[in-house]
């Protein structure tokens, strides 16, 4: 049987007695008193690229217990650059198709693996080059679903939609800093790709910040929250 979640001692590990909390050690102790009713739950946290979601998910998983909490990571559900050549925008057509737009992302099977666990089903995730393929289990009582396709699939198969946003300049800082080192990728290219990427993004991507109970803009070292809805708490 998996242990209770204790919220009182999560709150214990995000800030020491008698400091004040910063806004997203807030933000992680109001989701876990969220989560902690023993019960199941699917959250999703998407954004554009560099936003600063991944790193969010990844500390929510550990505040919650691995053991307790399955992270399905959405960027191996993204078509490959070769397959993405075959694809063009009426919006944008002189342009490479980017992960702004639907189309350039696997839902279906996204959706299948997201159902599959949800349903006491494990699954194995699909594997790259910088993330080894890991089996998910379907005891693990809390799922959290992270990458950019998460926006476009239907809100109500999630309990909770997080959504993270920067400026343009934050994005490009962190993408060179991220796709070169973990990625391997060139900087020119990296920066070229952020000139095409960026304008589709105000076009197709950042209208599912509507969708989100949660918005969060991370520019520069900021880390600030537009909206959050009332079932967090005040």
Known sequence: ATATINPAEISKKL???GEVMSDEESLLERLTVYLSDDQNHTLRIYGHSASGKSTFARKLQLALGEERVNLLETDPYVIAGEYRDLLSSKDFPHQKVTACLPAVHELGSL???ICALQSGLDILTIGTAWSPSLRLSAQKPILIVEGMSAAFLPKNLFDLSICFYTDDDTE???RLARDT???GRDMNGVAAMHTIRRPQY???YKIYQDKADVLISQ???GFRIDQISNRLGK
């Open 15 to 17: 800030h020491l007695k």
């Open 111 to 113: 959706k299948r693996d």
């Open 172 to 174: 490009l800082e962190r």
């Open 181 to 183: 080192a973990v990625r």
């Open 202 to 204: 105000e076009h197709y």
């Open 219 to 221: 520019t520069g070292q």
